[in-house]
């Protein structure tokens, strides 16, 4: 049975001979209600006050919770992004290794191309080297045989020869 400050300030003794001082019991009984009635006050707020630190405590432990969750899917997807990372500069390197090998394999086949173009064009030097040669040569030989006085003379009559044939053959209407 739970006792109120009402139930004390109502409370009524019975009197007998020798009993207590009336005035005293109730005075007494008045106190006593009084600071009950501020104990159960005090219990009330107390009560109130433990269910909001409660509360709050339990709000505490679920930001907590959210907290750990924030952090432990942070992590897991700052591990995934490094994953990722990683996998694209492999793909990047692999690609551009790649790339080189083809530059690579483009230049030594351009080099192999000019080599060869310097080739032909050292075969092409020393054909018309001798071709020119040849040319000077057959010049020099010509001049050698004009720059004799005997030619002249020697053959002069030989063209007049030949002339002359030419001119009765013509004449003759080309018999």
Do not use: C, W
Request: hydrophobic share 40%.
């Amino acid at each position: 049975m739970k006792i109120t400050p009402l139930d004390i300030r109502q409370k009524r003794f019975d009197t007998a001979l020798r009993g207590f001082s009336r005035r005293e019991v109730e005075a007494y009984l008045e106190l006593l209600a009084g600071e009950f009635e501020e104990v159960v006050k005090e219990n009330i707020a107390l009560k109130e006050e433990f269910k909001r630190a409660q509360l709050r405590i339990e709000q505490y432990q679920e930001r907590e919770r959210t907290l750990q969750e924030t952090m432990v899917t942070a992590q897991k997807i700052s591990e995934d992004l490094k994953a990722t990372a990683k996998k694209e500069a492999e793909i990047i390197i692999a690609d551009a290794e790649h790339q080189a090998e083809k530059i690579v394999h483009g230049a030594h086949q351009k080099l192999v191309q000019v080599v060869e173009d310097i080739n032909e064009l050292k075969r092409q030097r020393t054909q018309f080297e001798s071709q020119v040669r040849s040319v000077v040569e057959a010049h020099r030989k010509l001049l050698e045989t004009f720059a004799g006085p005997a030619f002249a003379d020697r053959d002069y009559a030989r063209i007049e020869d030949n002339v002359a044939f030419l001119s009765q053959k013509k004449a003759n209407g080309g018999e």
